[in-house]
């Protein structure tokens, strides 16, 4: 195997048995860092640390990554337009907190029969949020409900 020391040097090819020994005389472990290659790669580090490192760093990661939010707002085809605008301003201030935003025209019965009014509404609602938003999946009917998914525009 190849072996590459804790400062990035390289000491040569050598046995199992050679590293393993080296590695104790330093107080560090032999870390296969790079198996397919001919010969294999194997460095000296403190792997406990290592470990700890690489969880830190995925944490870190973690921290900093933005989580979008998907909200829902739910009408009924016979939602009234003064009431549907009142639904617009609440899906405005959604928006606004970058979140998502799922508008679904639920549907019962005999209305199930008159989707068209459903898919009409949602391209009504869709329009009045033109400004502020952009839609993310187009109005689509799914069981009882015709949904479309909108965002935030950037």
Known sequence: ???????????????LGQALSLAEQVGLDVVEVSPNSNPPVCKLMDFGKYKYQLKKKSRDSRKSQV?????????RPGTDDHDGNVKVEKVKELLKEGNRVKIGVF?????MMYTDRAFAMLDRLVKLLADDAVVVEAPKHFGKTVYAVVAAKK
Request: glycine share 10%; hydrophobic share 40%; net charge positive.
């Open 67 to 75: 989580v979008i939010k998907t909200k829902e707002v739910k009408l």
């Open 107 to 111: 549907l019962k019965g005999r209305e």
């Open 1 to 15: 195997m190849l072996l590459i020391d804790a400062n990035g040097s390289q000491l040569g090819s050598m046995s």
